[in-house]
C-alpha cells in the first residue's frame, strides 16, 4: 500500500539475479501497452467509445507474477495441483503461452477443457472486476492449472485492472429493467482487498481475540 491507497507499493528484487529486474520492466512495459489495447477492444465490444476506459488507467492496477508449475505424475488430486480452481480479482488477466500446456477453463457445460497453447499467442482470462463493470454480460473466467507434460513450466501472468480509486458501478449499456444492475458500486481498490481479505488466511481477523 502507497500513500494509504491500496493496490501500489515496491518491488523487492532478488539481488543474486542481475539481469532479471531489467528483464521483468520491459516484459511489464509492454503489458502495460497491451493491456491497453486490450481495454479498448473491450470498450468497442460493448458499444462505447474506444477510449472510454483510459480514464480509468491514469496509474492501473497492474499485477505480474513469476510462477512455477513442476509436472505431476500419476493420479490427479483436486487438493493438490498446481493451482486450484479460482478466478482472477481484475479486470483481465495476459498471459504469454508457450509450448507446455497446464491451464484448464471451465466452460459453459461445467466441465474443465485445455486451453491448447498457440504458438505466438496470448491467453486473456476475464476477471471479477469486468464481470462487475459490465453486469455479468462479460463473465469471470474460472481457471486451474495442472503440470501434466512431464516438464517444468514458467508462467508469467499479468494481471490489469483500473486505477485504484476508480469507482467501479455498472455500465449504463449493460443493464435495463428486464436485467437491473447486479452489483452495488465500489471502489477497484476496495473491491481486491475484499478478495485478498477473504483468500488469504494471514489477512483474515481472528474474530475470537475481538473484545
Known amino acids: 500500500m502507497l500513500a ?3 493496490g501500489y507499493g515496491p518491488n523487492q528484487w532478488p ?3 542481475p539481469g532479471f529486474k531489467p528483464a521483468l520492466l520491459a516484459y511489464h512495459a509492454a503489458m ?6 486490450i481495454f479498448a477492444a473491450f470498450a468497442l465490444a460493448l458499444e462505447l467509445d474506444e477510449e472510454f476506459f483510459e480514464n480509468y488507467l ?3 492496477m497492474a499485477h505480474m507474477r513469476v510462477l512455477s508449475y513442476p509436472s505431476q505424475s500419476g493420479a490427479i488430486d483436486d487438493a493438490q495441483i498446481g493451482i486450484g480452481a479460482h478466478s482472477d480479482y481484475e479486470c483481465f488477466t495476459i498471459l504469454r503461452t508457450d509450448e507446455v500446456p ?3 477453463v471451465l466452460n459453459s457445460a461445467g466441465e474443465w477443457i485445455q486451453a491448447l497453447p498457440i504458438p505466438g499467442c496470448f491467453i486473456v482470462n476475464v476477471g471479477d472486476l469486468m464481470a462487475r463493470w459490465t453486469n455479468g454480460y462479460f463473465a469471470s473466467t474460472l481457471h486451474r492449472a495442472i503440470n501434466a507434460s512431464g516438464r517444468q ?3 508469467i501472468p499479468f494481471f490489469f485492472g483500473p486505477d485504484s480509486q476508480s469507482l467501479i458501478e455498472v455500465l449504463p449499456s449493460c443493464q435495463n429493467p428486464d436485467w437491473p444492475a447486479q452489483y452495488p458500486p465500489i471502489s477497484a481498490g ?3 482487498r475484499s478478495r485478498f481479505d477473504h483468500t488469504y488466511f ?3 481477523k481472528d474474530d475470537s481475540q475481538t473484545l
Open 4 to 6: 494509504g491507497v491500496f
Open 15 to 17: 539481488e543474486q539475479l
Open 32 to 37: 502495460l501497452d497491451f493491456g491497453r489495447r
Open 58 to 60: 491514469n496509474k492501473p
Open 102 to 104: 497446464a491451464l484448464q
Open 153 to 155: 513450466r514458467y508462467s
Open 190 to 192: 476496495d473491491y481486491i
Open 202 to 204: 494471514h489477512r483474515q
